[in-house]
């Protein structure tokens, strides 16, 4: 179990939250590389959201031809570069690669493919070119993934694109909400960079759309609106004492991370509720920055944890302690937390009951609610018959346009939060909707 | 008790794990150096005419993760003084005197291979090597593998030698003929000892994509050169055969050379018909080290088999090499596939519908990726079990009783053989083949 001292200087950040798939160098590429078999329809491409042709820009890879290979990543996945660093490839192509068969290492496919596609941003190759003027407009809202691939594939169609987005930087959770150690936010930034100098989209920055008035003007000004707006904060628990200094939203506790690094101070004691993905980052987080005791909390059994495995499995290898089958009551303290009241939960009848006659107190500094964003439901009904699901999220049809003709959508907004790769499916696919749309 | 001592056509070894004339043997340092890793003789870089060598000599052909699978040069042959090479000589007899040292030859005129088969006796030698072989560089000044590809020019010089000679002679043959034979034959009129091939073939491992010359490069340009390592040992196994089974070439010892690199290629050579072996990459790539893996993989398969010299073996594999009007049309094999170990990966489906026989299908179920031999297709090709990365996945099962037999010897004899294009007796006739518009339908 790793003991993480807390990072006081920008190198200690750095070592604390080491790289997880650092960049390949020449000769690991290469080796690598060599390993692929060349599978007849390969499975790989099958579970890969955006069908990337992995067999092909592996061989491209491996015959010295990475300009190729990087060309065959982004003409179908327009965050390919951060995508092969953050997507759960376990569960994804690398999880489908045929060597998990015969208990080989499967072909390390994010790797490969940000190795490639770093080659590219970093000598500022030039790919792509933005399509001939057609004339017509696009607004995005919201820099994320989802934006970002929209706007680059409507830009090869020859749209102008303008991205107005709320924070100031782009690329949404990519920089401000996924784990520090699996993207540094240079690497985030430097691919939307190379993009935007191939591609010219222009981004609005500090430019939240919140109002009727500010949608109305959109709606005039461009003949189709693409709403990647993700999702929203942190949801309010309800909970006694949810208002104490020291409890914070799991999305801001990262984003707060992200941008200050070791400039953050995690106290000793942390308590971070939830049992999905970002409760497991939340709590490596907090282990790597340094906090004595991080106990993660969850209303469930290890089981029913909605957190991949392997994500759990990093949590606890950097220090965090677990605790199943709790749910917090009440936060205690006096005007600052000092402790999560937790009673046990136990599965009566198949439904899992709080039993309020066994309850504790965790002491503690910090909580971190790790419970889920709210959406962002009150933008959506101020855009005139836009239909939302009863989960919040925007309906789409096959082509990612919404019941509102003008608006299509993607990412989380349509997904109720899944990760980079599907953002970027979805803006990709919703650029070509609109064209096929506007070329009716 | 196995016991690997060889007498080749006259050389005495401990062992017939062979230095092949080439950069390992340039010197008494590297063949001391080798003989104590266990190498039980060597053949001295080829000692001659007078030369000078370019810088940039290798080229390579690396196939996936493979380095030099295939590999050339243009060196010439020794650039070092023939003093030094002779007092060395001497030297490493001192030290091993039961090993073999041949020295490689290659001069021009009768007087040069007289005086000069006189200096490497006196040195000590036990035997020599003509290098007959050479396709670069000295071919231009008619002597190596110019002299391999004149049978009459190669008779002459053998016949000198062995006039001049007290010790045996090896005439080591180029691979750059129609017929091996003929060269072969004409060693053994001249009276040579024994025989050794493959040299190096010509060739030209690569261009380079920036400069526009073949590597190895030296200053723009290239020339051709001599190949070597892995990817020629089925040539060499192929030419060894061909004299192993020569009525008369086989008559003196062979020394097979070609792409050796492991105890199985040992063995292979040797049931060829080899009864020593020379090696020179390998050792380029991995040191005198390998030898190790040689010996003590080839001691195994001598204790498993119940050998006890390696001329209880030599030469098994030659009855089993025949002409192909002899094989049994009778006899056949059809794929089958293991489910348990397959991995989906469908290269056999892939390789069987593009480059076979289309007889492999796979399932309408895609999230089953196993595919099925459809047996009537299957004309026992091989393929798919060549291109399944699998430890025995694909395995192909005889489904002949085995009681019948014909060849196509025996059907010319009968006068049953398929005399026209459209004959009822041809191979093909009514064999499954898709309609060729299924190329446009079928999609998966
Ligand atoms: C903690 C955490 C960890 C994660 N880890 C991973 C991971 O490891 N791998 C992975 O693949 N995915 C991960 N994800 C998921 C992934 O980040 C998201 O699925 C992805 O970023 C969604 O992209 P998006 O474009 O739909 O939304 P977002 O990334 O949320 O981007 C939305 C953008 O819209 C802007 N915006 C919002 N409202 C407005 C408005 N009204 N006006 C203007 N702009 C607005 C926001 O500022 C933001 O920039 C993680 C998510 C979280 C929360
Ligand atoms: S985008 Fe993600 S899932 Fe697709 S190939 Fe790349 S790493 Fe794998």
């Given at each position: 179990?790793a003991e993480y001292k807390r990072p006081t200087t920008k190198a200690e950040f750095d070592k604390n939250f080491k790289q997880k798939k650092p960049l390949m160098n020449d000769t690991e590429a290469y080796y690598e590389a060599s390993r692929c078999l060349f599978?007849?329809?390969?499975?790989?491409?099958?579970?890969?959201?955006?069908?990337?042709?992995?067999?092909?820009?592996?061989?491209?890879?491996?015959?010295?031809?990475?300009?190729?290979?990087?060309?065959?990543?982004?003409?179908?996945?327009?965050?390919?570069?951060?995508?092969?660093?953050?997507?759960p490839t376990g569960v994804l192509c690398e999880g489908a690669c045929v060597y998990n068969h015969q208990d080989v290492p499967p072909i390390q496919i994010g790797r490969l493919q940000n190795y490639a596609t770093n080659t590219s941003i970093d000598s500022k190759?030039?790919?792509?070119?933005?399509?001939?003027?057609?004339?017509?407009?696009?607004?995005?809202?919201?820099?994320?993934?989802?934006?970002?691939?929209?706007?680059?594939?409507?830009?090869?169609?020859?749209?102008?694109?303008?991205?107005?987005?709320?924070?100031?930087?782009?690329?949404?959770?990519?920089?401000?909400?996924?784990?520090?150690?699996?993207?540094?936010?240079?690497?985030?930034?430097?691919?939307?960079?190379?993009?935007?100098?191939?591609?010219?989209?222009?981004?609005?920055?500090?430019?939240?759309?919140?109002?009727?008035?500010?949608?109305?003007?959109?709606?005039?000004?461009?003949?189709?609106?693409?709403?990647?707006?993700?999702?929203?904060?942190?949801?309010?628990?309800?909970?006694?004492?949810?208002?104490?200094?020291?409890?914070?939203?799991?999305?801001?506790?990262?984003?707060?991370?992200?941008?200050?690094?070791?400039?953050?101070?995690?106290?000793?004691?942390?308590?971070?509720?939830?049992?999905?993905?970002?409760?497991?980052?939340?709590?490596?987080?907090?282990?790597?920055?340094?906090?004595?005791?991080?106990?993660?909390?969850?209303?469930?059994?290890?089981?029913?944890?909605?957190?991949?495995?392997?994500?759990?499995?990093?949590?606890?290898?950097?220090?965090?302690?677990?605790?199943?089958?709790?749910?917090?009551?009440?936060?205690?303290?006096?005007?600052?937390?000092?402790?999560?009241?937790?009673?046990?939960?136990?599965?009566?009848?198949?439904?899992?009951?709080?039993?309020?006659?066994?309850?504790?107190?965790?002491?503690?500094?910090?909580?971190?609610?790790?419970?889920?964003?709210?959406?962002?439901?009150?933008?959506?009904?101020?855009?005139?018959?836009?239909?939302?699901d009863n989960k919040t999220r925007i309906i789409i049809n096959n082509e990612f346009q919404t019941s509102n003709p003008q608006y299509f959508a993607g990412g989380d907004a349509i997904n109720g939060g899944a990760e980079v790769v599907n953002a970027a499916y979805?803006?990709?696919?919703?650029?070509?909707?609109?064209?096929?749309?506007?070329?009716? | 008790?196995?016991?690997?001592?060889?007498?080749?056509?006259?050389?005495?070894?401990?062992?017939?794990?062979?230095?092949?004339?080439?950069?390992?043997?340039?010197?008494?340092?590297?063949?001391?150096?080798?003989?104590?890793?266990?190498?039980?003789?060597?053949?001295?870089?080829?000692?001659?005419?007078?030369?000078?060598?370019?810088?940039?000599?290798?080229?390579?052909?690396?196939?996936?993760?493979?380095?030099?699978?295939?590999?050339?040069?243009?060196?010439?042959?020794?650039?070092?003084?023939?003093?030094?090479?002779?007092?060395?000589?001497?030297?490493?007899?001192?030290?091993?005197?039961?090993?073999?040292?041949?020295?490689?030859?290659?001069?021009?005129?009768?007087?040069?291979?007289?005086?000069?088969?006189?200096?490497?006796?006196?040195?000590?030698?036990?035997?020599?090597?003509?290098?007959?072989?050479?396709?670069?560089?000295?071919?231009?000044?008619?002597?190596?593998?110019?002299?391999?590809?004149?049978?009459?020019?190669?008779?002459?010089?053998?016949?000198?030698?062995?006039?001049?000679?007290?010790?045996?002679?090896?005439?080591?043959?180029?691979?750059?003929?129609?017929?091996?034979?003929?060269?072969?034959?004409?060693?053994?009129?001249?009276?040579?000892?024994?025989?050794?091939?493959?040299?190096?073939?010509?060739?030209?491992?690569?261009?380079?994509?920036?400069?526009?010359?073949?590597?190895?490069?030296?200053?723009?340009?290239?020339?051709?050169?001599?190949?070597?390592?892995?990817?020629?040992?089925?040539?060499?196994?192929?030419?060894?055969?061909?004299?192993?089974?020569?009525?008369?070439?086989?008559?003196?010892?062979?020394?097979?050379?070609?792409?050796?690199?492991?105890?199985?290629?040992?063995?292979?050579?040797?049931?060829?018909?080899?009864?020593?072996?020379?090696?020179?990459?390998?050792?380029?790539?991995?040191?005198?080290?390998?030898?190790?893996?040689?010996?003590?993989?080839?001691?195994?398969?001598?204790?498993?088999?119940?050998?006890?010299?390696?001329?209880?073996?030599?030469?098994?594999?030659?009855?089993?090499?025949?002409?192909?009007?002899?094989?049994?049309?009778?006899?056949?094999?059809?794929?089958?596939?293991?489910?348990?170990?397959?991995?989906?990966?469908?290269?056999?489906?892939?390789?069987?519908?593009?480059?076979?026989?289309?007889?492999?299908?796979?399932?309408?179920?895609?999230?089953?990726?196993?595919?099925?031999?459809?047996?009537?297709?299957?004309?026992?090709?091989?393929?798919?079990?060549?291109?399944?990365?699998?430890?025995?996945?694909?395995?192909?099962?005889?489904?002949?009783?085995?009681?019948?037999?014909?060849?196509?010897?025996?059907?010319?004899?009968?006068?049953?053989?398929?005399?026209?294009?459209?004959?009822?007796?041809?191979?093909?006739?009514?064999?499954?083949?898709?309609?060729?518009?299924?190329?446009?339908?079928?999609?998966?």
């Open positions: 179990m599978c007849y329809d390969a499975p790989c491409v099958q579970a890969c959201p955006t069908s990337i042709d992995i067999p092909l820009f592996i061989k491209q890879i491996h015959t010295d031809n990475i300009t190729g290979a990087s060309k065959t990543i982004f003409d179908a996945n327009w965050l390919g570069n951060a995508c092969g660093v953050v997507c190759k030039e790919l792509f070119k933005a399509g001939q003027s057609n004339g017509k407009k696009i607004a995005v809202i919201g820099a994320g993934p989802a934006g970002i691939a929209c706007a680059c594939e409507a830009r090869t169609l020859g749209y102008d694109v303008d991205i107005f987005e709320a924070k100031e930087k782009p690329s949404g959770l990519t920089v401000y909400g996924i784990a520090p150690y699996k993207i540094t936010n240079e690497e985030v930034l430097k691919e939307v960079a190379y993009l935007q100098d191939q591609l010219g989209f222009h981004i609005k920055y500090n430019n939240a759309i919140t109002s009727k008035n500010e949608l109305a003007a959109l709606e005039t000004k461009y003949d189709a609106i693409f709403i990647g707006v993700g999702l929203g904060a942190t949801r309010h628990l309800g909970l006694d004492g949810e208002d104490k200094k020291g409890v914070v939203g799991a999305v801001e506790f990262i984003e707060e991370l992200r941008m200050k690094h070791h400039e953050v101070k995690v106290p000793a004691k942390v308590v971070v509720i939830g049992g999905g993905n970002t409760a497991m980052d939340a709590a490596s987080e907090a282990a790597r920055m340094g906090a004595r005791k991080t106990v993660l909390a969850y209303r469930n059994s290890k089981e029913n944890m909605g957190a991949y495995g392997f994500e759990y499995d990093l949590a606890i290898s950097a220090g965090v302690d677990s605790l199943f089958n709790v749910t917090p009551i009440a936060i205690v303290g006096n005007g600052t937390v000092e402790g999560v009241k937790f009673a046990k939960t136990e599965l009566i009848e198949g439904k899992l009951q709080t039993n309020m006659n066994n309850t504790f107190v965790v002491r503690c500094d910090l909580v971190i609610k790790a419970t889920g964003q709210a959406k962002q439901g009150h933008l959506y009904s101020l855009i005139d018959g836009l239909d939302i979805d803006g990709k696919m919703a650029a070509q909707g609109i064209h096929n749309w506007l070329n009716k | 008790m196995i016991d690997l001592s060889i007498n080749f056509g006259g050389i005495k070894a401990p062992n017939p794990f062979w230095l092949a004339s080439a950069p390992p043997t340039n010197s008494g340092y590297q063949i001391m150096k080798a003989f104590e890793a266990g190498w039980g003789g060597a053949v001295w870089k080829t000692l001659g005419v007078p030369v000078v060598n370019v810088s940039s000599r290798y080229g390579s052909v690396n196939y996936r993760n493979t380095r030099m699978m295939g590999f050339n040069n243009i060196e010439l042959i020794t650039d070092r003084p023939l003093a030094d090479n002779l007092r060395e000589i001497e030297e490493v007899k001192k030290y091993f005197p039961d090993h073999a040292v041949i020295a490689s030859l290659m001069v021009e005129s009768r007087a040069e291979w007289e005086q000069i088969i006189k200096d490497v006796e006196n040195a000590g030698a036990d035997g020599i090597e003509l290098n007959f072989g050479c396709p670069h560089g000295m071919c231009e000044r008619g002597m190596g593998s110019a002299v391999g590809q004149e049978p009459d020019v190669l008779k002459t010089i053998v016949g000198w030698v062995k006039e001049a000679a007290n010790i045996p002679v090896i005439t080591k043959l180029s691979p750059n003929i129609s017929h091996i034979t003929d060269p072969g034959l004409a060693a053994v009129e001249g009276g040579t000892d024994s025989i050794s091939l493959i040299n190096t073939i010509k060739s030209i491992v690569g261009i380079d994509l920036d400069s526009y010359a073949p590597y190895p490069i030296v200053d723009g340009k290239g020339t051709n050169g001599g190949y070597c390592g892995p990817a020629v040992k089925p040539i060499a196994m192929h030419m060894l055969k061909d004299l192993a089974q020569h009525p008369e070439i086989s008559k003196v010892p062979l020394s097979g050379i070609g792409g050796i690199e492991t105890w199985r290629d040992v063995v292979e050579f040797i049931l060829l018909g080899a009864t020593s072996v020379q090696v020179c990459t390998a050792v380029m790539h991995y040191g005198f080290g390998i030898v190790r893996e040689m010996e003590a993989g080839l001691r195994q398969f001598m204790e498993d088999k119940g050998y006890n010299t390696i001329y209880d073996f030599a030469g098994k594999a030659l009855p089993n090499v025949t002409e192909w009007k002899h094989l049994n049309l009778k006899h056949k094999v059809v794929a089958e596939i293991n489910a348990d170990k397959c991995v989906g990966c469908d290269l056999c489906y892939i390789a069987c519908d593009d480059g076979a026989h289309q007889a492999i299908a796979l399932s309408d179920d895609p999230t089953n990726r196993i595919p099925s031999i459809i047996e009537e297709n299957c004309v026992g090709c091989n393929l798919c079990s060549l291109v399944c990365p699998v430890e025995d996945c694909i395995t192909m099962v005889k489904k002949d009783d085995g009681t019948q037999s014909i060849t196509w010897n025996e059907r010319t004899l009968n006068d049953d053989i398929p005399v026209s294009f459209d004959d009822d007796r041809a191979g093909g006739k009514g064999h499954f083949v898709p309609e060729p518009s299924d190329a446009l339908k079928k999609k998966r």
